[in-house]
């Protein structure tokens, strides 16, 4: 089966795939493929016969005699160009959500607030075929497009569950590796999240505005079943590197989330108001090597 999945990858594109077409000017545009479909823009346009049966990396010709590059989406083009009706997380923050909430191959993730399914597809690819991930979404409306996106990169394993329910009020699974929010007032969550957390699993919260993070903060520091809560940023910004000149670009891609992780851990023995004085986790000194 996988052996399947990764020739569905390969070879000539298909009717039906997504394919990404690069301009001269490296201007990127997101297309599926249909046999009576076209490719128009300003710069002339390519019926999509023209392209399924081509392998990847083929350059093609407008009929303006325009060239473009063709290749399969990665995840990073898919997630800023997919169709969405909300805003997406963005791959800069996709990457150290996987890394901070520590998901690997086999794991057990729930998600809640599946969006656009930028999320969700990142956390389906990285848990593989012998994983699970449960996505909760109170918003029906949202769960259609967001799967039609999803299955575009990641084929229905079978191991996605989604529940059109409340997160709020309540998680259903136990002993899961992370619990990854992408929720307005995900601090309303943290006790579901304590109880559906294995011992050692990941608590993460993707949240815009600080006051938001002080609430959560807050929330977290009250439930004893969590310790070392972090929060950080992640800043990208790109360079332009020519033949005569390396600068940074004019424009960066800076703050458009908060990262708020803590670990499910026995809750501590000291008393509740020495534990509410100590200072907290992140400013503590790193030991000597």
Not at 190 to 207: C, H, N, S, T
Request: proline fraction near 8%.
């Amino acid at each position: 089966m996988d052996g399947e999945r990764a020739a569905e990858r390969r070879g000539p594109y298909r009717e039906g795939e997504a394919v990404v077409l690069v301009d001269g000017a490296g201007r990127r545009y997101l297309v599926r493929l249909r046999a009576d479909g076209q490719f128009r823009t300003h710069l002339g346009v390519i019926p999509h016969r023209e392209i399924i049966g081509r392998p990847e990396g083929s350059r093609l010709l407008t009929h303006t005699c325009n060239e473009f590059l063709s290749l399969r989406p990665t995840l990073e083009d898919y997630v800023l160009k997919m169709p969405r009706r909300t805003q997406v997380v963005y791959p800069k923050d996709l990457g150290m959500i996987l890394v901070l909430a520590d998901v690997k191959a086999g794991d057990t993730v729930v998600e809640a607030g599946i969006g656009s399914g930028a999320l969700s597809t990142a956390l389906l690819r990285a848990v593989g075929p012998g994983g699970r991930l449960i996505s909760y979404e109170a918003r029906e409306e949202f769960i259609q497009g967001a799967l039609a996106n999803i299955r575009a990169l990641v084929p229905d394993w079978g191991n996605h569950t989604v529940h059109h329910a409340d997160v709020y009020q309540g998680i259903r699974e136990r002993d899961v590796d992370a619990v990854v929010l992408d929720l307005p007032e995900p601090w309303r969550a943290v006790p579901a999240a304590a109880e559906a957390l294995r011992p050692g699993g990941v608590f993460l919260a993707y949240l815009p505005t600080v006051l938001q993070v002080h609430e959560l903060a807050k929330a977290l520091a009250a439930e004893p079943r969590f310790a070392l809560a972090s929060t950080r940023e992640v800043l990208e910004r790109p360079w332009s590197v020519g033949t005569l000149s390396v600068r940074p670009a004019h424009r960066m891609v800076a703050h458009t989330a908060f990262l708020i992780t803590a670990r499910r851990a026995e809750p501590s023995q000291r008393p509740p108001e020495e534990a509410a004085s100590a200072p907290p986790e992140s400013d503590a000194e790193e030991p000597e090597a």
